[in-house]
C-alpha cells in the first residue's frame, strides 16, 4: 500500500498540498529564476513598490539613529549590482541573531513538542495544531534558553507556564495560537520579536532564517540555503507564503526572519511531494511502499515549507472581538499598540541585550 501524508504523521496536510499544488508551475518557475540570482523577476511589480519604499524609510530611520543599540546599519538587505540582492551583511547580523533566539522557546506537551516565540507583553505565538485549547496551553511547558552551552558561562533553562486568563486566542483556518505566559516581569528579559504589519520585508529570492527547535531538540538556527521561494496578493493562498530550509516536526511554530531579523512568518507545515491520487512520491518521483518507508529505505521529496504571513495574523487579530473573553480585547489593543510603536523592534533588542548581561 502506498504511503499517504497521514501515515508520516502529518495531519491535516490537504490544504496546505492543495495550495502548492495548484501553483506548483509558478513555485517552479521562481526555483529556476533563484538559481540565477533573480528571483525577483517572478514578484508583483505592487509588491516590489513596497519593498523599496520601506527599505527608503528604514534607511532614513537608521541613518537618523546612529547611536541606538544594534540598529541594523545601512546596507542590510540592499539591492546591488550582482543579482539583485547584496549578500554583504552588518557584523551586527550575528549579534542582533542571537538577541533575537533568546525570544524562541521550546513548547512541550509530554511527548508532544513545538516552537513558540514571544511576541511582546508575555505573549507568545505558535501552532493552533501544537496548542488547540486552553487545557492544552495549562498543561504545556514554555522552555526558554533550552540551547548549547559549551561556552562562557553555563546557563540554565528557564520554565515558564500558561496564563490564559490573562489572553488565548487559537484560530483553526490560520493555524495559529496566542496565549498568555506566567511571570510577564521576568519574561520580558528575552525581548520579543514584534509582528509588523507592513508588507515588503522580503521579496522572492531574499535569504530566510528559521529559529527552531527540531524533533524536541535544544535550539537549532537554519541560515544556509533557506529561501523564500513565493508568496501571492489577493489569492486563494493571500495568508500563506513558501520557503526552504530545514525543518522537523518540533519546529511547527518558528519565526521565519529576514535578513533584518523581522519575523516574516510563523513555521507551520512541509509538504511532501504527492501524485494526484495523494500519495507520497520519492526523490525520484515514485509512489513509496509503506514496507520502504519502515525500513528507512525511502527518501521523501519535500517540495517546500509553508508560513502563516505575519501581516495576515495581524490583520486577524486586529479582528477579533473576544465576547467571551471582553479582558483580551484590551490585552490585544496593547500589543497591536506595541507593534505599531515606530521604536518597537530597537527595544525588543534592548530589553533582550539587558536580560543577557544579567544572566551572564
Known sequence: MPVTPEDLGLDNLADSIGRLQARKSKWQQALQKIAKGNGRAVESEQRKLKAELRKM???????????????????????????????????????????????????????????????GNGIVVTNYHVIKTKDEAKSSLFEFLFDDNSIGTPRSTEMYAADTEQFFWADKALDICFLSLQGVTDIKTFGWLPLLREEGKALIGDPTNIIQHPAAEKKRIVVHDSVFTLVENDTDADAFCWYSGDTNQGSSGSPVLNNRWEVLAVHHKAIPDTDVNGYVLDINGKKIAKERLDENNAQIRWLANEGIRVSRIVDKLEAQTFPDDPSYVEVRDDLLALWADPLVTDKARRASFVGMDKQL
Open 57 to 119: 524609510a528604514l534607511e532614513e530611520a537608521e541613518s537618523s539613529a546612529q547611536d541606538d543599540l544594534l540598529m541594523a546599519t545601512p546596507g542590510v538587505g540592499q539591492e546591488a549590482n550582482i543579482n539583485t540582492r547584496d549578500n554583504i551583511l552588518s557584523g551586527e547580523f550575528l549579534e542582533i541573531g542571537i538577541l533575537t533566539a533568546r525570544s524562541v522557546c521550546r513548547i512541550s506537551q509530554g511527548l508532544k513538542t513545538g516552537t513558540g516565540f514571544l511576541v
